[in-house]
């Protein structure tokens, strides 16, 4: 473990939120980016602090208090984004229906912020008439989903259906779909990305087509080196690596991961919880 990251852990150990932000800001001094930050120190911590609440070593209050400074550090991280371009394209992120880890769909939300999209956060478990009378009033480009527990997609065809009998994509990521597209495009999903650069690429309109026009329909792709980035300026690795929409062909469904989605910014889904 690099001594900052060993420095920040204890710093979540002891609840010291003080700690962990003046660690933070010295990385930022020393001309860290943003998403290495988040990719190096508040997602490996996350997933630890998952594992050690599924072993049963730390209680849920234990949990929360670490958790809650991770959010910190990653909202703390987004204020310093620029305000966007009224122009560019708005979207909206929120977990579904149930899901509480609220944090990979944060990381989602900042990241996409940064990259200089309009957006709505909407947090863990969402009241669906709220959040789908919120969509049908402000018309995003498109809806992103996280979901970590496969327990918390059960009932979700409903929104995503009558999300896009308005129109509106809906793109979904997190643990809970196992990296498999299928899971997602079971459900009723437009679009599956597994990381951040994904994400943006589903939130864009396509070449010569409308800002509401389809997302692309591509396969995660195969030759990239693990943890890499799959587009400049997207840099956290895991909301799996690439946007598959409906149109795709069909693989076998995987079983389904922990609660987690990506063990980095670049991804939704590798702790618990996890995008």
Known sequence: MHPLQAEYWAALESADRVAALELVKRARVEGTSHPEIIDRLVVPAQARIGELWLSGEWDVEREHEATTINEGIVHWLGSFAPPPDPGR??????????ERHSLPALVIAEGLAGEGYRVDYLGGDPDPTHLVRAVVTTR?????????LTSSLAGQKRVFAELRAFGIPVVVGGSAFGGDPDRAL??????????????????????????RSRCPSRRPPTSRAPGSSSSAGCSPRAWSRGCVTAGAARRASRPGGPT????????????PPRW
């Not at 995003?140 to 970590?148: C, E, G, I, K, Q």
């Open 89 to 98: 394209p708005l979207v909206v992120v929120a977990c579904v229906e149930t």
């Open 140 to 148: 995003p480009r498109a809806v992103l989903f996280s979901a970590s």
């Open 186 to 211: 079971a459900l009723g999903a437009t679009a599956y990305a597994a990381d951040l650069a994904s994400a943006c690429g589903c939130s864009r309109p396509c070449r010569g087509g409308s800002s």
């Open 260 to 271: 987690s989605w990506g063990t980095s910014t670049t991804s939704w889904g590798a702790w």
